[in-house]
């Protein structure tokens, strides 16, 4: 029996003329039960403020009396809280306890799992698959790295599967249902507001713009199967998941093996199909789209209610035998295909094709690590100038321009520049405080490779 846990009239508050008030009051007590952090056993004070308070909230009161009522119609919100309250004892979704004279109020465990269910389904929020998809991960990641600790989480994401697999097929039905119904509603507003409100806000997956980005969550699907199928095929894995099952769950090890076997089937199972699925959804989702936009197309034409009155003519032409008269219609042009509004064209996704890596020739690499040393050697640092000159001078006090050698860009480059060390700002003080510059007033060439002023370097140590 389905309802063998439950009271049997349970549903006659729902049903009666004042379900309206009934449910909304049933949405806030939910929160008022679900607060886990408090005792779950209430004072009947709390609940009949708590009754009050959605009372409050709610625009228009009005009790409709019922045939087993034998009290007058309530006055006061009060009087109101009251009477629901006592609705609820009395059907069962309240359970009083008195002791002498304090009274307190609970919700049985199945009463509490039945509202929380109404109210989910009545709430209907968005799911979010990068969330889903990563904690199934997480889980078959955690039964790969310790298999007789945490082996029984395989089972939680075999739940998971099975709750992300029903909820596809939720949103499926769902826009399947609501395609009729839009196609079949003529009025426009009411099309482009059951759009959003039904389908935008009630059915769309919360993270669909990532389903079609690199950001996809289905990017670890092949993961997931991996993880799944090596459960199966790795005998001395699949044995030791089987045992954490066993212990966790008391069972018999032949039990736990087919339980183990189970899920990982109902993983994969889940995962290797999702793409059909997937392709199914997008396109019932691509024809509500283009009903929308269309319906909102014409709303925004000069001429509000054209196409119901074009497809009303072109319904009537179909079932009599002559065409009828068109009458207020157009002033001007007669409709015709030019007419029609052109179709968007869905977007077809790329041709698969093969990624190859591309291989980088030997002289590419040559060619580019010569120019990075090159680079390299032009750079000039205050280290390679102070070596340059220590080098050049050696143990001597001072050296002539003519004496210094040139055997590398490098030194070619600290050559140049230690002429105008002088004015290499604070990074080359120090080479000032080692080194002294003294010119002439005479050029000379050295080494055919600069014509410069004679200088004479000598240490600071020796006056020049």
């Known amino acids: 029996m389905l309802f063998k846990y439950l009271p049997d009239e349970i549903f006659q ?118 969330a889903t998809v990563l904690s199934i991960l997480s889980n078959l990641e955690s039964v790969f790295n310790h298999p007789k600790e945490r082996g029984v989480t395989l089972n939680q994401s075999a739940a998971a599967c099975r709750d992300f697999s029903a909820h596809l097929n939720q949103i499926l039905l769902g826009i399947r249902g609501l395609q009729r119904e839009l196609f079949a509603n003529k009025d426009p507003k009411a099309i482009v507001a059951g759009f959003f409100d039904l389908f935008v806000d009630g059915i769309l997956i919360a993270d669909y713009k990532t389903l079609k980005t690199s950001n996809n969550p289905f990017r670890f699907r092949r993961k997931i199967l991996e993880l799944a199928q090596d459960f199966l095929s790795d005998e001395d894995m699949f044995s030791k998941i089987s045992k954490c099952y066993a212990d966790q769950q008391v069972i018999s090890f032949e039990v736990a093996r087919a339980m183990v076997e189970s899920d990982c089937l109902t993983i994969i199972q889940t995962f290797s199909n999702i793409e059909q699925r997937l392709e199914r959804i997008d396109e019932y989702r691509y024809r509500l789209e283009k009903r929308a936009a269309d319906t909102a197309r014409y709303m925004d034409s000069s001429r509000p209610g054209m196409a119901n009155k074009i497809a009303g003519i072109i319904s009537e032409a179909v079932i009599k035998t002559q065409l009828p008269v068109l ?42 690590d010569s120019n990075r040393r090159f680079h390299e050697a032009r750079q000039v640092t205050v280290a390679k100038l102070q070596s340059y000159a220590q080098r050049q001078l050696g143990s001597k006090e001072e050296k002539h321009i003519l004496d210094f050698t040139i055997d590398s860009v490098e030194d070619f480059v600290c050559f140049d520049h230690l002429r105008y060390v002088g004015s290499l700002g604070v990074n080359a003080k120090q080479i000032e405080e080692e080194f002294d510059v003294t010119f002439t007033n005479k050029y000379v060439d050295v080494h055919d490779f600069i014509e410069c002023r004679e200088f004479v370097v000598c240490r600071r140590s020796k006056v020049c």
């Open 327 to 368: 009458k207020n219609i157009v002033g001007c042009r007669i409709v015709g295909m030019e007419s029609a509004a052109a179709p968007m064209k869905r977007r077809e996704p790329p041709l698969p094709r093969v990624i190859t890596p591309a291989v980088v020739s030997q002289g590419a690499l040559s060619v580019r």
């Open 13 to 130: 508050a729902l049903a009666g003329s004042n379900r309206q008030l009934i449910e909304q009051v049933l949405i806030d007590l939910a929160d008022v039960f679900y607060d886990y952090a408090e005792d779950p056993i209430k004072e009947k004070s709390t609940i009949v403020e708590s009754i009050e308070d959605s009372l409050h909230k709610m625009d228009m009161l009005s009790w409709q009396e019922d045939h087993k009522d034998a009290f007058d119609s309530p006055k006061t919100i009060h009087e109101y809280a009251l009477r629901i309250y006592h609705r609820l004892v009395n059907t069962g979704w309240l359970v009083e306890e008195q002791e002498l004279y304090h009274i307190s109020v609970l919700m049985s465990p199945q009463i509490s799992m039945l509202l929380k269910a109404l109210v989910e389904i009545s709430r209907h929020g968005k799911r979010n698959y990068g």
